[in-house]
């Protein structure tokens, strides 16, 4: 069968898909370009059979044909983070046992070592499109469609897979919960290895037969500009972009104060989510462009599992009710089902729920139980809507809308030749929700600035995990068992604020 999302776009192909810097684009133009890509990668086979196809590709329209693409040749896509360092797209294509790697013409100098290294086919994205269209294969939604990255408590991330199936369930569920219609035009700010921006954004709009206007990166004065002339009708972020829009906004004139609130209005939804809004934040907005936001709460494993009211009462600090298709529950740490009033682990059981952790049988066994995910975060329901009271774990940072792992954070730090000991926490900021801090034991007679350790940090982790604080310490605080307790390193910092 044809997958559900090409058979749409087959409806609306005259209609404009996407918005991006390489121009306007319709849907026929996506079907079009995706088939060359899949013509592309499946040479003299029929069908890719599930191969695992890493793309490093900027936002916009070839990105998208390129995830089509891969999809309509039978193969799983694994899109690359287009800021992480050398280190991570070498462990992202490795541990994701790719064949093939795919490559703007930017970003080749980058991978292209990585495949040589590896034995793998490499090809710049201006190679794809010279090749005839012949036979696509029948695609059943059963096979797997994509593979995400994401930090656990283990350290390393891991791939998240997900099938055609899972994502057409994550797609409908928003679609019939957020009113999505082909009339819609949204501005797409967000990365694109992340669910929410794939997922929430990029394939709701295409689903939908909507406009996708996407930007190659957030930049909080094109934003506002885009926002102001692009009649835009949704937009969604996370609340770290809606802090940076907000100090925009009241750094500049009444007039311009007024055109920018007056756009908003126009919108008919704004969505935050990936960290806990501020209600400091939430109202300061509403301030400003007339929106409560409706706030939601997902996961790369299991897409969206609760969001507020697309047309009832909206509360500031929930994130509502189950979205269409999802099963929620609480559990406390016995493993039984919470006590009506208390807070417990948020476990979600559906058909968006992913199938595997790429290749860690244990990992996915561990993930569940009696067939209910285990989310890891502590909830509490109160009038019928879900509060998220944090992380069960304190290994785990949620740092301006992505989830980081500490421990993989110290695993690195650790090789730093100053570095004798170090232990990561995640402190509360307003802005980014938690800021990645690190607290360090230097070799003797040695010693390391901030600016140094994030130079020397950047060429081995994405940017977003870097510490953005450190102290040194003689040694870190520890319990009866010799064990780094993370709370007491958490107040070091909040001592020093």
């Not at 069968?1 to 991006?20: C, D, H, Y």
């Not at 907005?285 to 897409?303: A, V």
């Not at 774990?393 to 730093?416: F, P």
Request: hydrophobic share 40%; with cysteine; proline share 5%.
């Amino acid at each position: 069968m044809n997958l559900p999302l090409i058979e749409r776009s087959q409806q609306n192909k005259e209609r404009i898909a996407i918005v991006a810097t390489e121009g306007k684009f319709t849907y026929r133009d996506l079907l079009e370009t995706s088939a060359q890509v899949a013509a592309c990668l499946i040479e003299d086979s029929q069908d890719l059979q599930e191969q695992r196809i890493a793309f490093i590709v900027p936002s916009g329209f070839e990105y998208v044909a390129i995830q089509w693409g891969i999809w309509r040749a039978g193969g799983v896509a694994v899109p690359l983070c287009v800021s992480h360092p050398q280190p991570e797209l070498d462990y992202a294509i490795g541990d994701s046992g790719a064949s093939v790697v795919i490559a703007h013409p930017q970003f080749e100098d980058l991978v292209r070592p990585i495949a040589a290294e590896r034995g793998l086919r490499f090809i710049s994205a201006k190679e794809l499109y010279s090749v005839d269209i012949g036979f696509l294969p029948e695609i059943a939604l059963d096979r797997r469609a994509q593979m995400l990255y994401t930090s656990g408590t283990t350290g390393k991330p891991k791939g998240v897979v997900t099938t055609h199936s899972n994502i057409k369930t994550q797609v409908t569920s928003l679609i019939s919960a957020w009113g999505w219609t082909s009339s819609d035009r949204i501005l797409h700010v967000l990365p694109l290895h992340h669910i929410h921006g794939i997922i929430n954004v990029l394939t709701c709009a295409l689903w939908a037969g909507a406009e996708c206007h996407m930007m190659v990166k957030f930049d909080t004065e094109a934003v506002w500009n885009r926002i102001v002339k692009s009649n835009l009708t949704v937009f969604m972020a996370v609340p770290t972009i809606y802090v940076k829009l907000i100090n925009a906004w009241e750094s500049t004139n009444p007039d311009r104060q007024k055109v920018m609130s007056d756009a908003c209005r126009k919108m008919r939804l704004m969505v935050s989510g990936s960290a806990a809004l501020p209600v400091q934040v939430l109202e300061k907005w509403q301030n400003i462009s007339g929106h409560f936001l409706l706030e939601r709460y997902g996961m790369t494993e299991i897409g969206m599992a609760l969001s507020n009211s697309l047309e009832g009462e909206r509360f500031a600090g929930y994130v509502g009710k189950p979205l269409p298709q999802i099963e929620v529950r609480l559990v406390d740490e016995n493993g039984d089902l919470a006590p009506v009033g208390e807070p417990g682990e948020i476990q979600v059981r559906g058909p968006g729920v992913f199938l595997e952790y790429w290749q860690k049988p244990e990992a996915t066994i561990q993930a569940f139980q009696d067939g209910w995910f285990r989310t890891g975060d502590l909830a509490i329901l109160e009038n019928n809507n879900y509060r998220i009271l944090g992380r069960m774990s304190v290994d785990i940072i949620k740092t301006g809308g992505y989830k980081v792992s500490a421990l993989e954070i110290e695993e690195v730090l650790r090789i730093h030749p100053n570095i004798l000991e170090c232990a990561v926490v995640g402190v509360q900021d307003p802005e980014w929700g938690q800021r990645v801090c690190a607290a360090l034991v230097l070799q003797p007679k040695t010693s390391l600035t901030l600016e140094a350790l994030r130079r020397w940090a950047k060429e081995r982790l994405a940017v977003y995990k870097v510490p953005t604080k450190i102290i040194t310490v003689e040694g870190l605080p520890r319990n009866a068992m010799g064990k780094v307790t993370k709370p007491k390193v958490s107040q070091l910092f909040e001592q020093k604020s």
